[in-house]
Nanobody, 126 residues
Framework: QVRLEESGGGEVRPGESLRLSCTAF????????MAWFRQAPGKERESVAV???????SYADFVKGRFTISRDLDTSTVLLQMNRLEPEDTAVYFCASRRGALGTSATDQAEAYDSWGRGTRVTVAS
């Protein structure tokens, strides 16, 4: 397992932006699939965006065109740039990782990931 630390959450108004950051404490960061999930109050955890060790990327439909996931191999960090935030984006956002494997792509299934951060809270309110 890998220690993950998220940062960048906060409270913003609708239409504003935030950038979440997750640092993975591993020397093999390039070999990991990384993902962002979120959990809103009273709701189940859901996938937001994933980026595979092969650099495949996918997004949940509700964030397409607004959020961008990327990874920085130099700093072992995965970023989530969130633009045009909406009140419905209010949630605790979690970073997750799993060791990548040949022939596979990053998945949006939470049970596939074996390392999780503690989460960072995002609140969007006017």
């Amino acid at each position: 397992q890998v220690r993950l630390e998220e940062s960048g959450g906060g409270e913003v108004r609708p239409g504003e932006s935030l950038r979440l950051s997750c640092t993975a404490f591993t020397r093999s960061f390039a070999l990991y699939d990384m993902a962002w999930f979120r959990q809103a109050p009273g709701k189940e955890r859901e996938s937001v965006a994933v980026i595979g060790w092969t650099h495949n990327i996918s997004y949940a439909d509700f964030v397409k065109g607004r959020f961008t996931i990327s990874r920085d191999l130099d700093t072992s960090t995965v970023l989530l740039q969130m633009n045009r935030l909406e009140p419905e984006d209010t949630a605790v956002y979690f970073c997750a990782s799993r060791r990548g494997a040949l022939g596979t792509s990053a998945t949006d299934q939470a049970e596939a990931y074996d390392s999780w951060g503690r989460g960072t809270r995002v609140t969007v309110a006017s």
